[in-house]
């Protein structure tokens, strides 16, 4: 059974950081895309950043440059480090997992099987 638990939200003011974790476990896959998604009230999840199990990473536009995803070696963990932080970057950021070994093509919330319980972030201005 997978389980996927976030920590790490909170509040910070613009400008700030902030690192989330995923603890993930239960996850047999072999290949698979790891994600961060992020929602803001009732709008559809927004998928920020992906990894899959090669190591590839991607972006959505909005935070390149400011936010990167990374695993640990033993792959229980995934790792959303956020710098240069926004006002609209506040949301309930959601980790995610789904097999197949690529996260391409993955960007919807429909695509994903597996979600953790979400961790809240606010920025201040």
């Known amino acids: 059974q997978v389980q996927l638990v976030e920590s790490g939200g909170g509040p910070v003011q613009a400008g700030g950081s902030l690192r989330l974790s995923c603890a993930a476990s239960g996850v047999t896959y072999n290949m698979y895309c790891m994600a961060w998604f992020r929602q803001v009230g009732r709008n559809e999840r927004e998928r920020v950043a992906g990894?899959?199990?090669?190591?590839?990473?991607t972006y959505t536009d909005s935070v390149k440059g400011r936010f990167t995803v990374s695993q640990d070696n033993a792959k229980n963990y995934l790792y959303l480090t956020m710098s240069s932080l926004k006002p609209a970057d506040s949301a309930m950021y959601y980790c995610a997992v789904e097999g197949g070994g690529s996260c391409y093509g993955l960007t919807a919330e429909e695509d994903f099987e597996h979600w953790g319980q979400g961790t809240r972030v606010t920025v201040s201005s």
């Open positions: 990894i899959d199990s090669s190591g590839i990473v």
